[in-house]
Each structure stands twice: as structure tokens, then as C-alpha cells.
């Protein structure tokens, strides 16, 4: 069992930055890949970045594209979201995602999501 631990969420200003970083309790080398949600009230969760372990690629919504970037540093277990340019519509619990294929079945993590906030 591997826990997900989210930090870094806080209230900012529209048009600043925030970094969220999400600290595993175990290595996170072998998970085929790790990857930030969001949810806003009264929506459903969302991707925001995903980031694979097969040559490092990553994958983003043209909604934070260029503005989002997902990172990871193994020796650490941990992943990052770096957050610029944020808007009022990025507000959100953003949630950190641990996934491993494995035959007959996987692992799915989940963290307990922080809290960001964009004002206008």
C-alpha cells in the first residue's frame, strides 16, 4: 500500500504560480505513471497532467496546457505540479494519482487533494 500526500495548495492572486507536490509513501519508479486531478464544486474530477515512466511523456488538457507542467523526481517519490499563469476557473481540490498495471488487475492511489484557489 502506497500513501499520496498533496501540499502546496493555498490561495493566490489570478495570473500567479503555485507549485503542489505530491510525496509517496514508496517508490514510485515502477507505476506506469502519476498524475494530477482536479475537482471543482459541483463538477466532475478532471486530468490536469499525467506523466508516464516509459520515457518520461507527458500528457495535458488544452485547458492548462502551456501553463502546467508535471514533473517527477524519483529519487525523492515525488511528483510536482507546477502551476503559472493561473485563472479563477483553475480553482479546485487537486488530487495526486498513482496507477500500475498489473496482470488480472492494478493499483489506483489516491492522495487526499489540496485545496487551490484562484481569485480574480
Request: net charge positive; aromatic share 12%; hydrophobic share 30%.
Amino acid at each position: 500500500q502506497v500513501q499520496l500526500v498533496e501540499s502546496g495548495g493555498g490561495l493566490v492572486q489570478a495570473g500567479g504560480s503555485l507549485r503542489l507536490s505530491c510525496a509517496a509513501s514508496g517508490s514510485i519508479f515502477n507505476f506506469n505513471y502519476m498524475a494530477w486531478y482536479r475537482q471543482a464544486p459541483g463538477k466532475q474530477r478532471e486530468l490536469v497532467a499525467q506523466i508516464f515512466s516509459s520515457g518520461g511523456s507527458t500528457n495535458y488538457p488544452d485547458s492548462v496546457k502551456g501553463r502546467f507542467t508535471i514533473s517527477r523526481d524519483n529519487a525523492k517519490n515525488t511528483v510536482y505540479l507546477q502551476m503559472n499563469s493561473l485563472k479563477p476557473e483553475d480553482t479546485a481540490v487537486y488530487y495526486c494519482n498513482a496507477v500500475r498495471y498489473k496482470l488480472g488487475g492494478g493499483d489506483d492511489y489516491w492522495g487526499q487533494g489540496t485545496q487551490v484557489t484562484v481569485s480574480s
